[in-house]
């Protein structure tokens, strides 16, 4: 039995992990550590969690936990996590790792130091659309079948994000307790810091999925000034798009992305993030002249929303029996490209510099 404590329990902790968790067999959530009483208690009888502590350092001096689930705001993560990488061999937060790049990559040496593996929470990795989808692209890498990858597209158009999955959340009129937070790079001044924080809050999602799809690093190419295109070229030249809300949606989600490669295309659809039991939808199609009739497969997806098949998997990271779907390491990566894109809008001249300590 996989033992887990979790830090936090207010919205995202409620309805994108706590639930997931509370179902998975093999894992009990057997601590919780939340600085509004009253919350805690609530939630606490809701997921039979049968030890309630006021902080994290209460919690990790009086359990033995196989891992820590974290999901506090990112900004914090700078002043929480050399805690919990000491206190715990496996922790999971929520995207992104930091606020600044040069956090990140501290962050990642102080896991690496203290033998901590972290997995940060980029659910859409997990969504059964998007693994279908990977294989597919890899085996077509592999085989030629549909010639040369060429390009990456990804769009996230604002809109209905939860899609019904706040239900049943336990709110609560209590001051959430705050940590220690991290600014903005300072020299991004006022503006561009806090577009910084609005892109790597809303987007970095897209960040990193744009690499996964891509299947090695990438750098920006051009930037939009309106912010609504972020243009890339991968280590091997190959180009990528984002399209950040070119419109917006009341009551749907649109999220998509497009793989092409020479002689067909990878298409994926996503549900909203906080939407239950909701896959999302994957489509191949292949078409090569002169070959045989063009070929198209939709496969048929189980029923696991994308927040329960990471959980699943972080599980199975305690375990020591899987990797992380997004390593810390890897996480602030993601930031690096924020950063960069960010510089490119609003500071052309340190585009290119390294980001200096927050």
Not at 152 to 175: H, Q, T
């Amino acid at each position: 039995m996989i033992r887990l404590g979790f830090v936090g329990c207010g919205f995202m902790g409620q309805m994108a992990h706590l639930r997931s968790y509370a179902t998975i067999a093999g894992c009990q959530v057997v601590a919780l550590a939340e600085g509004r009483p009253d919350l805690a208690r609530r939630v606490a009888a809701r997921y039979g969690i049968a030890h309630v502590y006021p902080d994290h350092h209460a919690m990790l001096e009086a359990e033995e936990l196989d891992g820590v689930v974290a999901p506090v705001p990112f900004t914090e993560h700078a002043s929480l996590l050399p805690d919990l990488y000491r206190g715990c061999r496996h922790v999971f937060t929520e995207k992104p790792v930091a606020v600044g790049p040069a956090t990140g990559k501290e962050l990642a040496e102080a896991a690496r130091a203290a033998g901590c593996i972290h997995m940060v929470g980029y659910h859409k990795r997990a969504d059964p659309a998007v693994a279908w989808s990977i294989g597919q692209i890899q085996r077509w890498r592999a085989n030629g079948e549909a010639g040369e990858l060429r390009y990456v597209r990804v769009i996230m158009p604002a809109g209905d994000w939860m899609g019904g999955g706040n239900a049943g959340y336990l709110a609560s009129d209590e001051a959430p307790t705050k940590l220690g937070t991290e600014a903005p790079p300072a020299e991004l001044g006022e503006e561009g810091g806090k577009e910084y924080v609005s892109f790597v809050n809303y987007y970095i999602h897209q960040v990193n999925l744009l690499r996964y799809l891509l299947g090695e690093p990438y750098h920006v190419s051009h930037v939009e000034p309106k912010g609504i295109l972020l243009v890339a070229e991968s280590d091997s030249g190959r180009p990528a798009l984002l399209e950040m809300s070119p419109y917006q949606t009341a009551v749907a989600w649109e999220e998509e992305a497009l793989v092409a490669f020479e002689h067909g295309y990878v298409r994926i659809s996503l549900p909203p993030p906080l939407a239950r039991f909701r896959a999302g939808r994957a489509e191949a199609y292949l078409d090569r002249r002169g070959g045989p009739e063009p070929r198209r497969e939709v496969p048929t997806l189980p029923y696991v929303d994308a927040m329960a098949a990471q959980a699943a998997w972080f599980v199975q990271v305690c375990k020591d029996e899987a990797e992380p779907l997004t390593s810390v390491s890897e996480a602030a990566e993601d930031l690096a490209v924020a950063y960069d894109y960010i510089t490119q809008r609003f500071s052309p001249e340190l585009a290119g510099a390294q980001p200096a300590r927050t």
